[in-house]
């Protein structure tokens, strides 16, 4: 047994073949700095936003029951596929949450009679997926959702696709993203205008319309008919559509999205029009359209058949965004990210708890994702991640003098600390390089004795360093280093900050 007082050195005396390999799991990344900024910053971003459309916080537990996530989890006797689970002391399996909807569906239906209708909330928060992780795809993550619980009006669409185009209109993707936005009813609408019947031959007809963006209206024809042969030699069997049925689906796919809402329906109505499901969806569609437009939502929201994402999950609309800006990996090669934000309307997910069918729609932005996606765009503001000021220790005698500027600069509002480790003076200012300080503040006992201190501007030095700062005009107005009276430290600093290119 150690004494209180004496470091423990066991664990630094065991034998190296014996220590643990540190690292991290796959799919669980670690974030620090501009990373982990970046993905607050988009949080504290989205919440005003949804906060000015009269949505309220809601937070639940990272854990839920599993037999509330439902659908995420297979018929096995641990049930650990898709989902982190564990088994709870009272033997009930418990699974960190897949994602923040079926919180709230189990909340809504816990609390339903308490709650005001339609409930309007949103979350944001770590969520946690068992599976293969990728580009942007991590196995723990962070979304931010926003969702109305009680209203089957398509206006709460259109409200919900309206306040995501805000969320990136506040992120500063105005004209870098637009929200394509579909229905399951129009779906099931070709469906039955192309004869298609049974879960196996719809299935087949979903999956060619998915890969339209891939192999084009040829490649989807073969899929829809008796099958394609790709490049490799693999044939992959179609759902084998009648001429007519193929026919419909081509018609339903070549309504141009990228014309006026308004056009994409008119174009649709003779395809769909006479089927059920298609004019219901129509229907909805004419009504989302109406109220975008009241909203002042133009071209960002348009009308995409072809968007067919979680339809044994959505029950009406539906609708994906994707970042438009050129995103690129570590060596330069083009990625693709996928959907930065989704959603739909899910009218049967409380329905699984109560036995009453509960309407529901709602978006989430992929918040991990969406960082990523913006860093790999170059978009992600990581040069706002700035360090703090970093006070110089030269003397242990004068450290209240630097504990003194630094509570100073701090009361002013401008971020600083004093170097609390024990190197000399080089290594401090490397460290405030690392920590992409904008200036040093040295006091070494001269400055103090003269009521005096020295600034070092570490912005001015890496531009210079950049060949940013090549004329001589520009190194007289912007000096690299400045001793002032102790009485200008604040107004100095805060000029160096506010002049910097370097936000």
């Known amino acids: 047994m150690t004494d209180a007082s004496t470091p423990d050195t066991s664990l630094a005396e065991t034998p190296a073949d014996a220590r643990p390999e540190a690292r991290a799991p796959r799919g669980f990344a670690d974030r620090r700095g501009p990373e982990a900024l970046s993905e607050r910053r988009i949080v504290q971003t989205l919440a005003p936003v949804y906060e000015r459309w009269g949505f309220e916080p809601l937070e639940t537990g990272a854990f839920e029951y599993a037999d509330a996530l439902g659908k995420f989890l297979p018929d096995a006797d641990r049930p650990n596929e898709g989902v982190f689970a564990l088994q709870d002391d009272d033997d009930q399996w418990m699974a960190l949450r897949y994602d923040l909807t079926a919180p709230l569906a189990r909340y809504a239906a816990q609390n339903w009679e308490t709650l005001p209708k339609p409930f309007r909330r949103y979350a944001y928060g770590p969520v946690w997926r068992n599976e293969k992780p990728g580009p942007g795809r991590f196995r723990e993550f962070w979304q931010c959702d926003a969702d109305t619980v009680g209203s089957d009006r398509p206006e709460a669409d259109a409200e919900i696709v309206a306040m995501a185009l805000e969320g990136l209109d506040a992120l500063g993707l105005g004209g870098q993203a637009v929200v394509k936005i579909a229905s399951r009813k129009l779906v ?267 600034i070092k501007d570490l912005d001015a030095g890496r531009q210079a360093a950049a060949g940013l700062a090549d004329n001589e005009a520009w190194k007289a107005a912007r000096p690299g280093q400045q001793t002032v009276t102790r009485g200008d430290l604040v107004k100095v600093v805060r000029g160096i900050i506010e002049a910097s290119s370097i936000k």
């Open 188 to 454: 099931n609408g070709v469906l039955e205008a192309a004869g298609v019947s049974g879960a196996a031959q719809t299935l087949t007809v979903l999956r060619a319309i998915d890969k339209l963006d891939r192999l084009g209206l040829e490649g989807v024809t073969l899929l829809l008919g008796e099958g394609r042969l790709d490049e490799s030699g693999d044939f992959t069997k179609g759902a084998g559509l009648s001429r007519a049925g193929i026919d419909a689906v081509l018609a339903f796919l070549s309504v141009p999205s990228e014309a006026e809402r308004s056009a994409v329906l008119n174009a649709l109505d003779p395809v769909l029009g006479g089927t059920r499901a298609g004019a219901e969806g129509l229907a909805d569609l004419q009504k989302i359209d109406a109220a975008l437009t009241a909203f002042g939502v133009g071209s960002a929201a348009r009308f995409d058949p072809a968007v067919v994402r979680g339809l044994e999950y959505y029950t009406g609309a539906v609708f994906e965004s994707e970042l438009l800006a050129d995103t690129r990996d570590d060596k330069g090669r083009p990625v693709r990210f996928g959907s930065i934000v989704g959603g739909g309307r899910y009218d049967g997910l409380v329905a699984r708890f109560t036995g009453q069918d509960v309407p529901a729609t709602g978006a989430s932005f992929g918040v991990s994702r969406l960082a990523a996606a913006l860093r790999a765009a170059g978009l992600d503001g990581a040069e706002a991640a700035r360090g703090p000021v970093v006070v110089i220790a030269f003397d242990d005698a004068d450290m209240p003098a630097y504990m003194a500027a630094a509570a100073e600069l701090r009361a002013s509002g401008v971020r600083a600390e004093v170097y609390l480790g024990r190197a000399g003076m080089k290594a401090q200012m490397k460290y405030a390089d690392r920590r992409g300080a904008p200036a040093a503040v040295m006091l070494g006992g001269n400055e103090i004795a003269a009521g005096q201190v020295t």
